[in-house]
């Protein structure tokens, strides 16, 4: 009986296939914007969360001054660390795997006739640990490099790309400012941060060498730390600022006058706002289902007015009010479906074209489309109902009467 049903709605939806479009159209539009946003949203999201793990595995950044307070907020500047503050974190805390101390400062680097301004940064080989930069040629600083402050440098792939080109820079001699270093490893491209940053566009040099020949003095920027896996990042946090209060003589109750900064906070924190940001864009988007489903209605009011002769027989013939109902039920809900699946098929190839233009990854969600999809029939059943049991409640007789 219902497939039976089925079969007549599906016949007169092929007798009027242009008006049958015309009133899924706002389905499909709905369900395609829905799929596209909440796609390109988790594919955001995963970016941002890939974006913040590039900078580091479980690290947490220790720097002078207090930060930022907020919206309106001053930025207080302190004294800056020194090596011994790098070492006493080492030495003390334990559940560390790297503790790398950064000094940097923008420079010109000069190999021949080209030169690129870029960033030079002194650190030890822990900062590629906490990094997770591997190597693409050539070998990091031996200890007896790190502990002179010999002249050696490790560069970016972008750094590498415009002062050799094609050739390969190992063994070769450059020019920052007005020190001559020679060049020992290339790292491995990491490419642009989701601040736009070329994390590629860098110089690295020992932490000595930079204090002593580059910047003239013994500061050390920040500290980064990475914990080793299965330690908590917040234990350690704790743990840390209770070790910097002591060596920068912080009294009770005074300020910190530091800032220690997880970076699985920060993961947390961006990742939860795309997700926000991506609801509201799919509860927006959601308003076109509604809308689609009123013109579903309309339509379908004007469906049962048109073939009110066709009701009336019929009912004559013994048809139950059930049936009447049933049938244009189905009806609406097959057009509705219809319109979730095309909606279904255009909303992922936006959200695949989407993706590639933005240059975010595409991520396949199958409960958004299942979750499409059902609210499509349900807008179909429900917007549907009315025109259906006005036309089950007609009488015979008027509806045989009708011109």
Known sequence: MIW???????RAIRRNVLRSFLTILGIVIGVAAVITMVTLGDGATEQVRADISSLGSNMLQVRPGQGFRGPGGVRVFAERFKLSDAQAIEREIAGLKAVAPLSDQSGQAI?????????V??????YLTVRNWPLESGRVFTESELNSG??????????????????????????LDRLSCQVVGVLASKGQSSFGQDQDDLVMVPIRTMQRRIAGNTDVKAILVSAMDGVSTEALREDIERLMRERRRVSEGQDDDFHVRDMQEIVSTLT???????????????????VGGIGIMNIMLVSV???????????????????VLMQFLIEAVVLSSLGGLFGIALGLGAAALGARLLGVPFVFNPGIVILAFVFSASVGMIFGFFPARRAARMDPIEALRHE
């Open 4 to 10: 039976e049903t089925i079969i007549l709605a599906l």
């Open 111 to 119: 190999s021949g006739n080209r030169n690129w301004s870029t960033t």
């Open 121 to 126: 940064t002194g650190s030890t080989n822990d």
């Open 150 to 175: 010999r002249a050696v440098c490790i560069l970016g792939a972008t750094i590498a790309r415009e002062l050799f080109g094609d050739q390969d820079p190992l063994g070769a001699f450059i020019r």
């Open 272 to 290: 939860s706002t795309t997700r926000v940001l991506t609801a509201l864009l799919g509860a927006v988007a959601a308003v076109s289902l509604l």
């Open 305 to 323: 007015t048109e073939r009110t002769r066709e009701i009336g027989t019929r009912l004559a013939i013994g048809a139950r009010e059930g049936e």
